[in-house]
């Protein structure tokens, strides 16, 4: 059996996931590069909407890049935008031949970022929506998988054989994987950056310094009116897709992927379900959060068993974590539907 060695450079809720499902895998090794190795347990749990638990244990957990990516094949950002371009200088000096570089998520400027920082030669992936919908649970220790994707699509330069780093992708997170035209397909996106935005927008367009009496809940209070002006938002990024090296039918409009027909099913399928799901978490919108048909077996009859990894861990200094939901720590304030 051959092992994938993979460096996960983050700590946020995808990392947290992505590090538990891998983990898990009996033929992957997982090294995570992360500002607070302190704060990580030896083992990583993750829980899905069903009930599903991985466990794995990374190899190593480290705040030094020459370590972390030491002997891995594979390196994956799971990173916000702005930490793109000083993680991939970061790292640079210690990408050996032929790994392949990719990102969790490519329309936070991944490519342009690796175009200008990495070797021309270096290989590149990056996925064109994430894989989860994730939230970190206690960090370093747990998090939650709130949904699936049904299928992934990835974008893939700089390999001579990019059908076989395809395949080896859609074996490591299970889901069927699509090889994209064009980095601009997967670095160029109608979610987040409209959908955040458009939100936004409708909530503070009016807004004359007064101070609000509760929490605005940015999903739960979804309006139909930032439903339309998110459609209009597409219409015309649709519209600019027209003039760029851009497939036809790689990238879905909202109404087209959300499976929806007009703003008011769109607001309904962006709102949050209220029923408690059997996690402790909210169930998202059918389309954000939805359990999938994988290769061979589904998820909704699969077994609750535990997974654990044949690798050992070598980082041993566990200290003291904050759980979710501390005040104190920034790190639990996430919302799930950000990584989606």
Known sequence: MTTTHICICGGGSLAHVCAGV???RPDTQVNILTRHPQDWAE?????????????????????????????????????????????????????????????????????????SVLDADTPLFGFQRVPYIARTGEYGRSALLL????????????????????????????????LLGSHYEASLTNSNPILHT???????????GEVSERPILF?????????????????????????????????????????????????????????????GGRRMGARLCQPILHRGFSLRSAPHRRHSPASPRRNTHPEPRLRLGDENDPRSREDPCLQG
């Open 22 to 24: 891998l983990a898990s």
């Open 43 to 115: 083992r990583i749990t993750v829980t899905d909407p069903d009930g599903r638990i991985y466990e794995g244990a990374p190899a190593t957990v480290s705040a030094d890049a020459r370590e972390a990516l030491q002997g891995c094949t594979l390196v994956l950002l799971c990173l916000p935008g702005f930490a793109i371009r000083e993680t991939l200088e970061r790292i640079r000096p210690h990408i050996g031949p032929a790994v392949a570089v990719g990102s969790i998520v490519s329309s936070t400027g991944f490519f342009f970022a690796a175009h």
């Open 198 to 208: 458009g939100r936004l927008y409708t909530l503070w367009s009016q807004w004359h």
């Open 147 to 178: 949904g699936y994707k049904p299928e992934l699509a990835v974008a893939i330069e700089h390999t001579p054989d990019a059908e076989a780093l395809r395949a080896l992708l859609e074996k490591l997170w299970s889901t069927p994987t699509r």
């Open 219 to 279: 999903y739960r209070e979804w309006t139909d009116d930032a439903s339309r002006l998110l459609l209009d938002m597409d219409a015309e990024f649709m519209q600019l897709l027209q003039v760029l090296p851009v497939g036809k039918h790689a990238i879905p409009s909202l109404l087209d992927y959300y499976e929806c027909s007009d703003a008011e099913s769109l607001t309904r399928n962006l709102q949050p379900h209220s029923r408690p799901d059997e996690t």
